[in-house]
């Protein structure tokens, strides 16, 4: 059977753990070479190493130290990955943090920075790669926003509005490519079991689980299978949507 994304080409943020790395390896999987934008170096080497021996040698595996609250980080490191690849077929924004508090106790700082990381960092990796991938008429674009952009959350108004932003983002984008072949869609997971929910009390997960159909969290493979979906050719004929993946969470 052919592989889905043979011969492509995928940069993934954040994709040295969680989530990110999930994608990344799927992708790897399906026959693509990745670029790998983290902060943390040491991850960054291990998960090439891993990813390597599944591309094997017709593959490639780069990972980018690069902090994407930086524009002009991104700016530069987009311009290497480009030298690197020649091109990029997928861009999944995946890289995001909290830093969560009760509105009046929220500092602007912590506004501020998430806003950066999770949406700002958007606008500079789209605008950097959307030239490339219009003079090749074809892309898939790929944003990893969340049910709290959806529904929102008590203590989480920063990451609601950049995961919110993400998806009026993402739909203006859909319609601006569109007829250059460049399709834009957004997942919105929902609770999935990384680092970030390992630290929750159990008192917080039984609540979370109260609040799910399917009772269960989701785990990082999930979001992988719908990224390869909305990457793949199967994909070709859906821009602009939301792919919630939530246990039912957002009904």
């Not at 979906?229 to 070709?236: C, G, I, P």
Request: hydrophobic letters at 45%.
């Amino acid at each position: 059977m052919k592989k889905l994304l043979l011969g492509k080409h995928a940069l993934v943020t954040g994709g040295a753990r969680g989530i990110g790395k999930a994608i990344a390896k799927k992708y790897a999987e399906e026959g693509a070479s990745l670029a790998l934008f983290g902060t943390n170096a040491a991850k960054g080497e291990e998960a090439v190493r891993e990813l390597q021996e599944i591309v094997g040698e017709k593959g490639k595996v780069i990972f980018y130290t690069v902090d994407i609250a930086e524009g002009k980080q991104i700016e530069e490191a987009i311009g290497k990955v480009l030298a690197d690849f020649g091109t990029i077929d997928i861009l999944v924004n995946n890289a995001g943090i909290t830093r969560d508090n009760l509105l009046l106790k929220l500092s602007p700082e912590d506004w501020d920075v998430v806003l950066n990381t999770n949406l700002r960092s958007v606008y500079y990796i789209c605008r950097a790669l959307v030239r490339s991938m219009i003079k090749a008429r074809q892309g898939k674009i790929i944003n990893i926003s969340s049910v709290v952009g959806l529904i929102g959350n008590a203590g989480q108004t920063n990451y609601a509005a950049s995961k919110a932003g993400m998806i009026g983002f993402t739909k203006s984008l859909a319609k601006e490519v569109g007829s250059r072949n460049i399709c834009v869609n957004c997942i919105a997971p929902g609770y999935i079991q990384t680092d970030m929910t390992e630290g929750l009390s159990e008192g917080i997960k039984e609540k979370l689980l109260a609040e799910i159909p399917l009772q269960k969290l989701g785990n990082p493979e999930d979001i992988a299978h719908a990224a390869l979906f909305l990457a793949s050719s199967h994909a070709d004929y859906i821009t602009g949507q939301v792919l919630t993946v939530d246990g039912g969470m957002a009904i």
